[in-house]
């Protein structure tokens, strides 16, 4: 069965940070685009990070460039979000999505409706 399962979300202070964990089941990482996005109430759904298929390079919203950096480790299946000097703005429900059948080019691995699979989702909120 394919499966994403994120944890590391959490309540943390201003400036203050979190990494966030993604393991897939049910299928390997390497060639198949993958992400990172998140969904505040009453917002659209939008992209943080990601890596295109079989694609190395990372792309990120402008919103969290240079404070959060997203990484990948296909032996244990994977991906993390290192997410640092957070603001209250980045709360939201973050999730881990890829897309297993289509072949998702450079910098559109940023929106979601490229995406086929997603993982349930874990909170972050930041607030003092």
């Known amino acids: 069965q394919v499966q994403l399962v994120e944890s590391g979300g959490g309540l943390v202070q201003p400036g203050g940070s979190l990494r966030l964990s993604c393991v897939a089941s049910?299928?390997?990482?390497?060639?198949?685009?993958i992400g990172w996005f998140r969904q505040a109430p009453g917002k659209q759904r939008e992209g943080v990070s990601c890596?295109?298929?079989?694609?190395?390079?990372?792309y990120y919203a402008d919103s969290v460039k240079g404070r959060f950096t997203i990484s990948r480790d296909d032996a244990k299946k994977t991906v993390y979000l290192q997410m640092n000097a957070l603001k209250p703005e980045d709360t939201a429900v973050y999730y881990c999505?890829?897309?297993?059948?289509?072949?998702?080019?450079?910098?559109?691995?940023?929106?979601?409706?490229?995406?086929?699979?997603w993982g349930q989702g874990t909170q972050v909120t930041v607030s003092s």
């Open positions: 049910g299928f390997t990482l390497d060639y198949d685009a």
């Open positions: 999505a890829t897309e297993r059948h289509m072949v998702v080019f450079r910098s559109t691995c940023l929106q979601p409706r490229m995406y086929n699979t």
């Open positions: 890596f295109g298929s079989g694609d190395d390079t990372t």
